[in-house]
């Protein structure tokens, strides 16, 4: 038989125009089931859906058959013919089916017997997701043009069905990320770079106290409401990030209000989109209010001067009763009852103030492990999902995955963070598992030799060990900033009632007539007074050795016996 190429293009023509206009999975079914029914009118018809998550075949529309008869032929369509065209992925046209090995021709009732069967593939990308099966009771009922005219319209149904659910897919997509973006109350910007036109949420406009008319869509805006003190250093970052020196450009700065108070905001964005020549294009990012953190920063600072104007007070009060004592040694009972008074009452201000201070540290660590970690992970999780979609093209999955990257560089960031302010193990272990975890970090970090030798048990207060665990981190960090060592022991063992700590080093050393007592003009040896002094207010003692062929050793000593005590140097 020949064709007829005008008819056919005629009849594909109109095909096409039942299933363009498709908008979903229904109307893509209603649509190519409508244009078989003009191609062809066979006596009986089924369109089947392949549903993945049960293995079974779904008839979405059907024409000549019984609701008993669809239910059995879905119930039995894996022994049948459909499933032989969605496992092949091929036409199956049988003219006769008296010629037929596989004859399953009569219906339930005996009332009819089919005669010609037709069954194409809907293929999506490289799967079969459905099949068009076309029966009739006269044999070949299916000229070469309707075949022909089918398979094509197959063919476009099964490229508007991969589209359609592409766009499903985006469509979830983001709708998820706005739904973490709501939820986290994050502002959200979009910058055209040539223009200067910037898109503001609504979050990042009412974060600030505005209305929607009070804020121009440019970047600009954002300009004239950064602070002056906080603008060079922003401008800095941010120019370094359009040059590309940066894979993300992060600041924490201020922003004016319209109240005119000033807010802190922690400010995340990166290039989205760059020309041939690395010009940048269009950025986005995300603003989230830290002000109550900035403002418990604060508070925590003006705690740190409280305590450090106190040691200072205790440190001339005691050279003032030292005098007193070298003047009047007839009242030498009277003044040592006031100094053991004061030194008890120093004892319970040192444990307040270091009580406050650490659990404010405790609840900023956890702002950070529940907020800013927790919103990251969500991001990174989404931001995972859009790389491995296929809908994604090359160019978009490599910036997702240098997004990506960018997320988790500010993970490990906010978690090392959070160790600094407040580490979990410390109460959750024990100080010998926080001191472990402190020299890891060290040995990763700075490429240290690092080790650890606990010969004892050591069952310390959470105030103590608080002061401990400050004063061994506070050696070490000296050691790395200070001593250009190559490595460091951090030894634990208890002799005469009292627990002892020793951290030393293979480095420099300290200078012969350091002292403890009195640091430097340029303020150097002023953590480890300050340190020596909390450890005084608890209990403890520290001692500042040197080692006579280079490094230095300190040791912390613990007892209730040694509180009177005072620190002295000595070489080992």
């Not at 066979?42 to 019984?66: C, D, I, M, Y």
């Not at 010998?432 to 490429?447: F, K, T």
Request: with cysteine.
């Amino acid at each position: 038989m020949s064709l007829n190429y005008d008819d056919l293009s005629a009849r594909l023509t109109q095909v096409l125009g039942y299933l363009a206009g498709a908008t979903s999975i229904d109307d893509l079914a209603g649509g190519l089931f409508d244009a078989v029914m003009d191609v062809v009118s066979p006596s009986h018809a089924g369109f089947f859906f392949f549903e993945p998550a049960t293995g079974q075949l779904r008839v979405v529309r059907a024409r000549g058959f019984s609701p008993e008869e669809l239910k059995e032929a879905e119930r039995t369509a894996s022994d049948r013919h459909p499933m032989r065209v969605i496992r092949s992925g091929k036409i199956l046209h049988v003219p006769d089916t008296f010629d037929d090995p596989l004859n399953q021709t009569q219906s339930a009732s005996n009332a009819w017997v089919i005669r010609s069967r037709l069954y194409l593939p809907v293929w999506s990308g490289d799967k079969v997701v459905g099949t068009l099966g076309l029966a009739d009771t006269s044999p070949h009922a299916f000229s070469e043009m309707a075949i022909q005219v089918l398979h094509v319209a197959a063919s476009l149904a099964g490229v508007i069905y991969g589209r359609l659910q592409a766009e499903e897919a985006a469509r979830r997509k983001t709708q998820e990320l706005h739904m973490v973006i709501d939820g986290a109350q994050l502002g959200t910007w979009e910058w055209e770079i040539d223009t200067g036109n910037v898109a503001f949420n609504a979050r990042w406009i009412d974060m600030l106290g505005y209305d929607r008319a009070d804020i121009e869509p440019h970047v600009s805006v954002w300009e004239r409401l950064l602070h002056p003190d906080d603008a060079p250093e922003v401008m800095r970052v941010l120019q370094a990030h359009l040059d590309g020196l940066t894979l993300v450009y992060c600041t924490e700065h201020r922003l004016k209000t319209k109240t005119g108070a000033w807010k802190w905001v922690l400010d995340i964005g990166q290039v989205l989109q760059r020309d041939s020549s690395g010009r940048p294009l269009r950025a986005a990012g995300i603003h989230q209010d830290i002000d109550m953190r900035k403002q418990a920063e604060q508070t925590l600072q003006e705690g740190r001067q409280l305590l450090e104007g106190l040691v200072g007070e205790r440190t001339a009060s005691l050279a003032r009763a030292v005098e007193r004592l070298q003047a009047e040694v007839e009242q030498r009972k009277r003044i040592e009852t006031h100094l053991m008074e004061y030194q008890e009452r120093l004892t319970r201000a040192t444990e307040s103030l270091v009580a406050a201070e650490e659990a404010e540290r405790r609840r900023i660590a956890l702002q950070i492990h529940d907020g800013m970690g927790q919103e990251l992970t969500l991001l990174r999780l989404h931001l995972r999902d859009m790389l491995h979609s296929k809908a994604a093209g090359t160019g978009f999955q490599a910036r997702l995955g240098q997004l990506d990257e960018s997320v988790v560089g500010i993970m490990k960031a906010a978690r090392g963070l959070t160790m600094d302010l407040s580490p979990a193990v410390l109460y959750e272990f024990g100080l010998r598992e926080a001191i472990d975890g402190l020299l890891e970090r060290v040995q990763r970090q700075h490429g240290l030799a690092v080790s650890l030798h606990w010969r004892t048990v050591v069952q310390l207060s959470e105030i103590r060990a608080t002061v401990v665990y400050g004063a061994v981190r506070e050696l070490i960090h000296n050691v790395i900033k200070h001593a250009n060592a190559r490595s460091i022991a951090v030894t634990c063992w208890r002799r005469k009632g009292e627990v002892w700590l020793r951290v030393g080093d293979d480095g420099v050393g300290f200078p012969r007539g350091f002292s403890v007592d009195t640091p430097t003009a340029d303020g150097r040896g002023y953590g480890l007074f300050a340190w020596r002094e909390r450890l005084v207010g608890v209990g403890g003692l520290l001692y500042v050795r040197r080692r006579t062929r280079g490094g230095s050793v300190i040791d912390i000593a613990l007892s209730d016996a040694v509180a009177d005590r005072r620190v002295r140097g000595e070489d080992v």
